[in-house]
């Protein structure tokens, strides 16, 4: 049985033993910036996936990937022990993000009760902050949920612009930082600025290299603009698929009053 | 009292004692091509009716069958026990799918646990794929929980394409294999290509056949056709029907604000 | 604390000591007619409100009556006790059906318990049929949930159509006699032939004559058509300022956003 | 873990110790006109806030204040100890009305809890009444929920005018007083006439006039124009950036099914 919001530990805390772990939180959204990151994250790390989240909140159907072989949509986190240098990481990536505005909470409710289990000490929401036009210089627009992040974050070269985004930062970004000031968390949303139009790897790089300062931590980047050529040709196929699929459906769901 | 997702047990499964049975669903869908196929087993197959299922994630409605007899709307699990040449089978259909998102998870819990009840070893779920245009040679296209059902379904004559119906399978069809995946049951999704665009019985003979060598079972197909004639002409009517029903249930909308 | 559905009894069912009551439910809906004729019943008849039912599953607010008095949206149930030539009665009338598919079913759930709290053996539920053009000799269609019904309707003058209405009949009209079904409680919908775009006098006058003769009760039908004036007035009153009402919410909604 | 309504009290009612206090509701609506005297009275006032409220039927996002300082959307309510000549006040404010429908009711429930745990006997709400074109000379309507309340308001320069308004009293302006009728508990609306199209001081400070005669309480005005200018500008600004954040939301909403 699925539960509304579907917790699965493959490991307790305890086996993993994570120092003071930061979390990093990179779901679907604008521009897909905050997916770029924390994927690149996940694949580049020595990492190790620790839970697995399902939910009702998500679209009522199964992916299929390569041979036809199909998963249930779902979130995961990652979990990374450094070597002393950084900071250990707990990696949040995932399929989707709750397709209902209630669904949005309950889950964020789920990713600070598991960052709570493992001890998280600071959390960094990762994402894109659309501006409607093409960017050619993407920076860093950051939000923070404690005065005390604000200046080593501008060491990091973090923007902050009074008020903004002025619509709030919506779904997972914005509510974990919202809920871990709740529950006395330091957090921070890190946004990269991007048109809002496409998979925007340049403002990924950017957000990357800020969270690279930040946590001391130094990767390879070179797979991110390979990941998002891909990302973006697989959008570009689903969305035509999807179009596709919509229509059928609509048919369907004539159809489905048909008894 | 009914329930949100009401299971109600017509016999108790030690009662129907049933050896590894296998779990056929076809609920209505894209181009009702599961539930031709499913319904189509019922008349044929000398079985039984076990489980009845009411859910509030149905049309909030009654139907209205001959002589103006009434009754709800509702999904059924029926029992066949097999002569021992095939294994014997579960076979879910019904009048609808959840008309909500997170029905659609509700329900499919619902089937999962029936089909646990029953001691199911493996499950068919039946439905239609859309390619958006007249399909004259239908053929069936399949997607898996366990690699370990690729060869004996291409056996059968199942065509597996790489990540394809790359929008997933929606609904019952695909949520089924999905949690029967989390459970550690074997599932696969038999799809007919069809148009999408009305009731076809050409791509449910299809599937029928493929699942008729995967079952070792023989049944007559002759009625097939009749049937699908006859649900085309029941649409249209229904169609036609609903229509004037939306125009009034639209004004009675706007009544329903009066006092 | 109101409740999701808050059932609350003026008096209790021993008190009122019914004896094998007749249900009747006439709520808004398609022409007003189940509207008409129960509120009329309610007016005509001697008798005693007993149960006051709640919903979060009304709309969102509050009505507004002579002097700027206000008062919850409600339905209400009235017992009416005969003087033996005619049954008991129970008349479920009100101001709304649930806003939302689900709500549906939890209503109809909180009439069938009422029903049962009050030992009854017969429900009516009342609506139109709406057709789609001007109905110059409204009739009266009958859908049953026992085919012991059909007979005694058809001698008070109930029509019979094969599969009609074929759409289904929706809400607390259908579900309720649905969930009677399961409940084992015979039930029957009437249904006045009716345009589906006005309030219908014409309409309740034919169903009030058939649940008459079912009934074998008498009543003046003197207010009927004039109580359907005032509802249409009233109505048309309520769109016009509906209308400037939607205008507003949308700004309101608008401004919502606003913090 | 937030709650789908999360009362927090920051004070205990008997740490307040406030006498018969009278409730004030403000919150976003109609012309914005509760909210800007609710919003002023916080602001003029010596208050201290007692409670928060959070909850998942407020939109999925956080709020991003000056310097990138986010907060998450919530109701307060603030405690007024008058020096004897006016009646002590507990003054709801906030963010937010609830996105659902069902929300509404749920969070009625709770701002009645809070009244009733600080002993409230008396309840004004606030609020605009639009009447689709721009208004020279405002005045205030009134609703009641007890007739013992029409004579006082009138003195005070409260209007009645029969059934109105027609459409109801729609969101927490009117639930409040609804639920406080089925608690016993005192309670009116008291509603500027407005445009319904802009934030409306005009209208507020007709409203607040009211409001003083009421309480026998006198404080400044001045700010209130103030206050308007400066929210009409946010408003303005917010809208512009919403329509964008639109614009990126649905393209997120786009790539949400991208995996």
Partial sequence: MLKRVDIRYLKKPEEVNLKDPV???????????????????????????????YSHHFPPQVIVEKDGLIRMPKNEVYAYKSDGTSPDL????????????????????????????FGVKRIYTLGGYGVGRLVEHPYVIGAVNSESLIEPLKKAGVKFEDGEPAGGIIGAAGLIIG?????????????????????????????????????????SIEDLEERAKEMEKLIAQIKEIQEAQAMQWRSEEDLGYFR
Avoid: R, W
């Fill in 23 to 53: 979390m990093i939180e990179g779901l679907p959204g604008i521009g897909h910036v905050g997916k770029l990151v924390a994927d690149h994250l996940v694949k580049v790390l020595d990492v190790v996936k620790v839970v697995e989240i």
């Fill in 90 to 117: 707990l990696i949040l990536v995932g399929d989707y993000q709750s397709i209902s505005n209630e669904g949005h909470f309950e889950l964020a409710n789920a990713y600070l009760k598991i960052a709570k289990d």
């Fill in 179 to 219: 809920l871990a000031m709740l529950e006395g968390i330091e957090a921070a949303c890190l946004m990269g600025t991007t048109s809002g139009y496409m998979v925007d790897p340049k403002s990924a790089k950017a957000v990357l290299e800020v969270l690279m300062k930040l946590l001391n931590l130094k990767v």
